[in-house]
């Protein structure tokens, strides 16, 4: 009976090592993602090398310094643009700003001795060459285009900054919100919405604005009425167009040559945060959801009670997706079989207990 006792016992040690050596691969293959030295080519063409995870980081754009404050990385950068303001302890951070909505001081940026320096696609490639050649490591990112592009900008982010973990739940916040605000949307009528600017201008088809308005449920009719990016648009087409809404940017007006559009007439308006409206980041998630809650109240409120109950059940079961995924990821055995070397260590403890107790 002893020696019965004794291979149940090396079975049980053996299965609880193989167990520790796929978690410790399995912990290492996460680490791996996030590893360094990271070589990227960005919108220079240049192929960028991150040799160390950075722990100095300047950012030359709100959007940047927006991601990485939500994906946890915020301690790390020493540097900002000054239209970062809005962020909860930015301005603490040094401002390297120029005179310009898009100018950077290299000599500012340099001040900071960064690890790793941010550039959105805004930033000149001069500025970008003159910072290189102050031997800093700089990044240019791409224009973003879209919601896709944000959910890919920012798993980049993460990537470069060593802030991996988080960008991940970022983006999986970020397609929640999403995925709801579709559920809410879909089958719905499309009321028009006008984005009114100072000095008669709005946004045309090719800005977020329009991605915004779209998103939300709404039809943009100043993308129907062909304006693209931001331009003039005349009060003849706006009444022509008869938007049932108005979006007001900071500090704008209804027009009263408006007066005779459904929006005018019932008062109809939103207003969305400014920060988050232009910016390809994170955030632009809020005035979308914000802006289907008030175009669709009542198919908005049945889409989130339902993704919340759907939530809740899920976590209720214990089979919520990301800790399944993360369970199947530690206990997957070199055969791929998930949770095999589990179920083989129970069963040994349990062969152990029952000849223990029939000793």
Known sequence: MRRVLLSALVLVAAVVGSLGVGLGAGVAGAQETCSFPVTKTDATGTNVTIEEEPS???????????????????????????????????????????????????????????DLVLAPNVISDETVKKLRDAGLTVYKFRESKSIDDIYAKTELTGRLTGECDGAQRTVSWMKDRIETVHQAVEGEDSPKVMYVMSGGYTAGSGTFMDTIITQGGGTNVAAEAGIKSYQPISSEVVVEQQPDWFILSAGAKI??????????????????????????????????????????????AQANVTTTTETTKTDTSGSDSKTTTTTAATTTESNGQPGLGVSVAVAAVALVGLLARRD
Request: glycine residues 6%.
């Open 56 to 114: 100095r980081i300047v950012t030359l754009s709100p959007s940047a310094a927006q991601t990485i404050w939500k994906i946890g990385g915020k301690e790390k950068v020493v540097g900002v643009s000054k239209y970062s303001a809005y962020l909860d302890g930015a301005n603490s951070k040094a401002n390297v700003s120029g005179a310009g909505m898009t100018a950077a001081v290299p000599e500012k940026v340099v001040a900071q001795d960064p």
């Open 255 to 300: 027009p009263d040559d408006y007066s005779e559009t459904p929006a005018a007439k019932e008062n109809r308006t939103v207003s969305l945060n400014p920060n988050y409206v232009s910016q390809p980041a994170p955030q632009i998630v809020t005035p979308i959801t914000k802006l289907a809650k008030t175009l669709h109240p009542e198919a908005y």
